[in-house]
Nanobody, 120 residues
Framework: VQLQASGGGLVQAGGSLRLSCAAS????????MGWYRQAPGKQRELVTT???????IYADSVKDRLTISRDKARKMVFMQLNSLKAEDTGVYYC???????????????WGQGTQVTVSS
């Protein structure tokens, strides 16, 4: 399975960022998709997730600034983060809870990550 993220880069503080991620491979079903991030010198943390049914989770640090959405047919997830702050800097990893056939269990997968740098 591949989780290919795009949309990272250098962004000014106060600006907006949109990340996209596409899952590919012999996927039977994706339960949850979302994003994690890892800031320099810190552990990877959950940013946001969305279930098949549309239930969302947001980290406290972003919940008033972030919107997650999902295209189930295309196996894609999107994230829009507004009012960017320096502390949003980090590597953003696309996440998927995926299974590969009917009898399989769901397992967690992460993409390789995309760098986001917020300049002040």
């Amino acid at each position: 399975v591949q989780l290919q993220a795009s949309g990272g880069g250098l962004v000014q503080a106060g600006g907006s960022l949109r990340l996209s991620c596409a899952a590919s491979g012999s996927i039977f079903d994706i339960n949850v998709m979302g994003w994690y991030r890892q800031a320099p010198g810190k552990q990877r943390e959950l940013v946001t997730t969305i279930t098949t049914g549309g239930r969302t989770i947001y980290a406290d640090s972003v919940k008033d600034r972030l919107t997650i959405s999902r295209d189930k047919a295309r196996k894609m997830v999107f994230m829009q983060l507004n009012s960017l702050k320096a502390e949003d800097t980090g590597v953003y990893y696309c996440y998927g809870n995926i299974k590969f056939d009917l009898t399989d269990r769901y397992s967690d997968y992460w993409g390789q990550g995309t760098q986001v740098t917020v300049s002040s």
